[in-house]
T-cell receptor, first 115, second 116 residues
Framework: GAGVSQTPSNKVTEKGKYVELRCDPISGHTALYWYRQSLGQGPEFLIYFQGTGAADDSGLPNDRFFAVRPEGSVSTLKIQRTERGDSAVYLC?????????????FGPGTRLLVL | AQTVTQSQPEMSVQEAETVTLSCTYDTSESDYYLFWYKQPPSRQMILVIRQEAYKQQNATENRFSVNFQKAAKSFSLKISDSQLGDAAMYFCAYRSAGNAGNMLTFGGGTRLMVKP
């Protein structure tokens, strides 16, 4: 597709459940990022992939959060034993190069609501 | 660690007028990049304008321009001839130019309202 896509658009789950959020980056983009945006705040970095490997996962809040990108394209953010505090918009972004003019292009996000 | 601060939670402007959104940041690095993103209700972050810290000239993109003051660590966004479609959340963001990572560090955002 022309832009970054994320599915589902909205997800409602119950506390304690497992969820998976998917990101399809722009074709050919080697870098992929996940951010979390809580209500009324700016996005916060979670994890960055360069190709298939997680180059920086320092933003993951705890071991309930995990992300994969097995073929260097689509990425899945996985949250185990969800808590109400995990409710937020999860944004994915991709970029072509790491360099002077790298620009991150964002998807529309997945709004996660944990009841 | 870098921090980005947007001190104006909300701003309002009359259509066709000019408005300036403020952003300050804290860093010990000398080389970095600064960005302004727009987030409409659709949630998708859209790049408005970017600035390389090593460039003294302020970036301009059509009706959008920045006032980059490196010594003061200030990076304000000026929107000229405001249009109804400019109404959105605006986020200032910082990215290191070094090997520390490519992550963006965002400010808390400013909600811009445009009055017809």
């Amino acid at each position: 597709g022309a832009g970054v896509s994320q599915t589902p658009s909205n997800k409602v789950t119950e506390k304690g459940k497992y969820v998976e959020l998917r990101c399809d980056p722009i074709s050919g983009h080697t870098a992929l990022y996940w951010y979390r945006q809580s209500l009324g705040q700016g996005p916060e970095f979670l994890i960055y992939f360069q190709g298939t490997g997680a180059a920086d996962d320092s933003g993951l809040p705890n071991d309930r959060f995990f992300a994969v990108r097995p073929e260097g394209s689509v990425s899945t953010l996985k949250i185990q034993r969800t808590e109400r505090g995990d409710s937020a918009v999860y944004l994915c972004a991709s970029s072509l190069i790491r360099g002077v003019m790298e620009t991150q292009y964002f998807g529309p996000g997945t709004r996660l609501l944990v009841l | 660690a870098q921090t980005v601060t947007q001190s104006q939670p909300e701003m309002s402007v009359q259509e066709a007028e000019t408005v300036t959104l403020s952003c300050t940041y804290d860093t010990s690095e000398s080389d970095y990049y600064l960005f302004w993103y727009k987030q409409p209700p659709s949630r998708q972050m859209i790049l408005v304008i970017r600035q390389e810290a090593y460039k003294q000239q302020n970036a301009t993109e059509n009706r959008f321009s920045v006032n980059f003051q490196k010594a003061a660590k200030s990076f304000s966004l000026k929107i000229s001839d405001s249009q109804l479609g400019d109404a959105a959340m605006y986020f200032c963001a910082y990215r290191s130019a070094g090997n520390a990572g490519n992550m963006l560090t965002f400010g808390g955002g400013t909600r811009l309202m445009v009055k017809p």
